[in-house]
């Protein structure tokens, strides 16, 4: 084989495995032990073979050689990226297979950036320096969490599948989120990531020196240096926290709030269909008596569960109706509501025997799923997104007081369970705990729903808060403040679930619900730096 052509597929290859070793760390998978790894056959091609310029390069090739390089270090990064996303995405293309293509191709370009940055940081490091190394590691995940961050934000947000969300069933790691988030274990993964392959390249290095200086050579260099104990103890620390949350009591008696959770199992196509009204209202009053037996303080339907609006459908309006005139459990359900001939989707609350009615629009809503953004500007994507004008945003966080020791319970819809800053919010504003209605059906029995229970996990952790879920499909479940799911009832099957959750009323507020990403300010402190010191070397 032509040497440029082997060069260039063991280039492609290391990409390919990283993307698809990435993509296989999420449900259903779940390799999430290869986390570790995942990053070094990528991190490897953006060293390209080469630790410094040339005589030649330095003469007056290096601007034309650094334009290449960085095109090079983008072009693979980016492909790792496709790879991961349209893989651990492939659920999407239930709905729409040009969907999931195009936001692969737009999520691979963080990874793109991100190997732009690791090829600067490549350049100017010094393999048997610790703190070259350290400064490698330490820029190279700052850069990661940086794009995540960004990922999570721009153009509304997409925060799904996000690298610490990997390691959601190792509890004793996952519990710093409390202070960092999910982007402190994303942190985590990508430094440990650049100090193993550093720390396999510097072992090599130095036994070839021992080679070279049999006499002069001393032994004791060969072994693993401070960068690999920081790598090391990063680990521990974590773990070693985490176990300390894990075994802790609560200073605060919890509630038992016992809650019933139905699971209609409505296939997509059928949900607003016509001829399936009465069946579909039938089969969540039927599920809603029989759950009735139990004695619940609260019941739960999923997200958009009624056929209709709530408020603008009579049939719906008197079944909700008799379901609740004569029961003492309070009643959350997701529908639809017409407000001054505006569509809105959320949650309504009704109280025991009629005694009390809120309802709480979903602020954040799904692009082009649920309304089609610029719509008032540029009237003709109405027409390319066929959802008619969708739904509006709600404007006001809502608290539902429930149960007889008046919990506040704040509902998030849908995918409103992915974003930190909204649970975030809610705890701020006095919440005790979370039920998150969501529907799950548009993607089939696929690997959605486990993925998005996966997210989910981190939001409890982040506030201490527990999370109900009610779902169309699954998971139906509740996660504790440790991320522990609990009570998880079967997916794709139609039934209810009573469990009985503890909810500590008042509880303290986690460092990171009071302060949010502060963890990713330090982060872009350190890219900024490390960015710096890269172009003063590169104009030296």
């Given at each position: 084989m032509n040497p440029l052509a082997k060069q260039f597929a063991l280039l492609a290859l290391g990409s390919l495995a990283t993307g698809l070793l990435l993509a296989s760390l999420f449900p259903k998978m779940e390799w999430?032990?290869?986390?570790?790894?995942?990053?070094?056959?990528?991190?490897?091609?953006?060293?390209?073979?080469?630790?410094?310029?040339?005589?030649?390069?330095?003469?007056?090739?290096?601007?034309?050689?650094?334009?290449?390089?960085m095109r090079e270090a983008f072009g693979w990064g980016w492909l790792s990226g496709f790879i991961y996303f349209v893989i651990s995405l492939s659920w999407i293309g239930h709905v729409t297979v040009g969907g999931v293509?195009?936001?692969?191709?737009?999520?691979?370009?963080?990874?793109?950036?991100?190997?732009?940055?690791?090829?600067?940081?490549?350049?100017?490091?010094?393999?048997?320096?610790?703190?070259?190394?350290?400064q490698f590691a330490l820029s190279a995940a700052a850069a990661w969490v940086i794009l995540e961050w960004v990922k999570g934000h721009l153009f509304s947000g997409f925060p799904w599948n996000n690298l610490g969300v990997s390691l959601y069933r190792n509890l004793p790691m996952i519990q710093i989120a409390d202070h960092f988030g999910v982007y402190g274990l994303s942190f985590m993964i990508v430094f440990v990531n650049v100090i193993l392959l550093l720390t396999i390249m510097r072992l090599n290095v130095e036994i070839r020196m021992m080679i070279r200086q049999r006499n002069d050579f001393q032994l004791f260099r060969l072994r693993p240096h401070l960068d690999f104990t920081v790598g090391m103890a990063m680990i521990m620390v974590s773990y070693g926290y985490g176990m300390v949350c894990l075994f802790e009591s609560h200073p605060i008696v919890p509630v038992k709030l016992r809650i019933a959770l139905v699971q209609g199992n409505i296939p997509q196509d059928q949900k607003w269909d016509n001829k399936r009204f009465y069946s579909i209202l039938d089969t969540?009053?039927?599920?809603?008596?029989?759950?009735?037996?139990?004695?619940?303080?609260l019941l739960v339907w999923p997200e958009s569960a009624t056929p209709d609006g709530y408020l603008e459908n009579k049939e719906v309006f008197?079944?909700?109706?008799?379901?609740?005139?004569?029961?003492?459990?309070?009643?959350?359900?997701g529908s639809n509501d017409l407000v001054d001939g505006k569509d809105y989707t959320g949650a309504f609350l009704i109280g025991p025997r009629q005694s009390s009615f809120?309802?709480?629009?979903?602020?954040?809503?799904?692009?082009?799923?649920?309304?089609?953004?610029?719509?008032?500007?540029?009237?003709?994507?109405?027409?390319?997104?066929?959802i008619g004008d969708g739904f509006y945003p709600g404007k006001d966080p809502k608290v539902f007081v429930v149960g007889p020791d008046n919990l506040r319970i704040a509902p998030l819809v849908c995918f409103e369970d992915l974003f930190p800053s909204i649970?975030?919010?809610?705890?701020?504003?006095?919440?005790?705990?979370?039920?998150?209605?969501?529907?799950?059906g548009w993607y089939g029995e696929s690997s959605g729903i486990y993925q998005h229970l996966a997210n989910s996990v981190f939001r409890s952790i982040e506030t201490r808060r527990p999370m109900i879920r009610a779902t169309n499909t699954g998971m139906t479940c509740w996660i504790d403040p440790k991320g522990r799911i609990r009570d998880a009832f079967a997916p794709f099957v139609a039934g209810f679930q009573i469990c009985v959750v503890d909810i500590y009323r008042n509880a303290p507020v986690t460092f990171y619900a009071r302060h949010g990403d502060i963890f990713v300010v330090f982060c872009l402190l350190v890219l900024i730096l490390a960015l710096a010191r890269s172009l003063l070397w590169q104009w030296k």
């Open positions: 999430a032990g290869m986390a570790w790894l995942a990053l070094t056959p990528l991190l490897y091609v953006l060293r390209g073979g080469k630790s410094a310029l040339t005589a030649e390069e330095r003469e007056g090739g290096a601007g034309e050689y650094n334009v290449t390089r293509l195009i936001l692969a191709l737009y999520l691979g370009i963080g990874m793109g950036l991100w190997s732009m940055v690791v090829t600067l940081q490549w350049r100017r490091n010094q393999i048997l320096s610790s703190v070259s190394n350290l969540y009053t039927s599920l809603t008596e029989s759950a009735a037996l139990a004695k619940p303080d008197e079944a909700i109706g008799k379901l609740t005139a004569d029961n003492g459990y309070t009643f959350i359900f809120e309802y709480y629009h979903k602020m954040h809503l799904v692009p082009y799923g649920e309304y089609v953004p610029l719509r008032d500007w540029m009237p003709w994507l109405r027409k390319v997104v066929p649970s975030q919010q809610r705890v701020l504003i006095g919440c005790d705990a979370f039920v998150n209605l969501t529907n799950g």
